[in-house]
């Protein structure tokens, strides 16, 4: 779920929940905007975690001495997750 789709559940949950004064005779708007809310606030969440475990790299270093002139070798590598 992306950011826009959990601020529009977010949003309309709210709409529902506190706006609206009708009601429907088998359907509580004030919980069903509850439950919205509640999907809106899991679904920014989610969508936060999953792009910042995305971008996630990372880069190791070693550092060898080459046997064979005797010089010191740094070897750096990175690798995104």
């Known amino acids: 779920m992306s950011f826009g789709a959990g601020i529009f559940l977010l949003v309309v949950g709210a709409i529902l929940s506190f706006a609206v004064r009708d009601s429907i005779d088998a359907v509580d708007l004030t919980t069903t905007g509850y439950i919205l809310m509640g ?3 899991l679904g920014i969440l989610l969508g936060l ?3 910042l475990r995305k971008n996630k790299s990372v880069e190791t270093t070693r550092s060898n001495v080459d046997p064979v002139s005797g010089e010191g070798v740094t070897v750096s ?3 995104v997750q």
Request: cysteine-free; glycine content about 12%; aromatic content about 0%.
């Open 77 to 79: 590598e990175r690798s």
């Open 49 to 51: 975690v999953l792009s």
């Open 39 to 41: 999907a809106g606030v």
